[in-house]
């Protein structure tokens, strides 16, 4: 089944203390992107990845790291999350290219950083 | 900047048809698509419009009109399933995708 994974689905932590997200997707995606949602937001753009090794900033890339080693894989890293990181996060692939019609979304990263 | 704009809610009642529509203003502009979220769940893909014109796709249709930088997402014969968020989006600097805020269509019977 094609799909988007994401771990974990949910997470309570603390400030400053580093976490990590992780992204993987099972359709050999060239492209792989990390949003945010906040309620009257939208979806905001994290960080995209157009392939392995090659990423660039979205809209809200401030306090986020991402790395791009394997095609599948797409990990969300905070150093030191803060209370304003709290959010809703989704990872998302796509087979490449601004063309390209169908993005598909995993189930989503529920944070909180107290 | 690079935006979308789309109201915000939008209500109806089981039965009816409701349009949501959604203008743009982005850079390299290759198509226009509209993706369905219901409350908690993940976004899912439900058309996309590189060509002006509609598309159907059973209950839902999509149009597009590049002159006008305006497109709409048509949903018939609602239902209370249809409840939900949906959203337009397009190509924005690069490769990134950019998203409009949402409309969440409440549907009533």
């Known amino acids: 089944e094609a799909q988007v994974t994401q771990n974990p689905r949910y997470l309570i932590t603390v400030t400053g203390k580093k976490l990590t997200v992780t992204c993987s997707q099972n359709m050999n995606h060239e492209y792989m992107s990390w949003y945010r949602q906040d309620p009257g937001l939208g979806l905001r753009q994290i960080y995209y990845s157009m392939n392995v090794e090659v990423t660039d900033k979205g809209d809200v890339p401030e306090g986020y790291k991402v790395s791009r080693k394997e095609k599948r894989n797409f990990p969300l890293i905070l150093e030191s999350p803060s209370p304003n990181q709290t959010s809703l996060y989704f990872c998302?692939?796509?087979?490449?290219?601004?063309?390209?019609?169908?993005?598909?979304f995993g189930p989503g990263t529920r944070l909180t950083v107290l | 900047g690079q935006s979308l704009e789309q109201p915000s809610e939008v209500t109806a009642v089981e039965g009816a048809i409701v349009q949501i529509n959604c203008t743009y203003q982005?850079?390299?502009?290759?198509?226009l698509s509209w993706y369905q979220q219901h409350d908690g769940g993940a976004p899912t893909f439900l058309s996309y419009?590189?060509?002006?014109g509609l598309e159907e796709t059973g209950r839902f249709s999509s149009f597009l009109s590049r002159s006008d930088s305006y497109g709409y997402l048509l949903l018939q014969e609602l239902q209370m399933k249809d409840s939900a968020s949906y959203f337009c989006a397009a190509p924005g600097a690069g490769t990134a995708l950019i998203f409009g805020k949402g409309t969440t269509l409440s549907v009533s019977s």
């Open positions: 982005t850079s390299g502009f290759y198509g």
């Open positions: 998302a692939s796509r087979a490449g290219g601004p063309s390209t019609d169908t993005q598909y």
């Open positions: 419009n590189a060509l002006d």
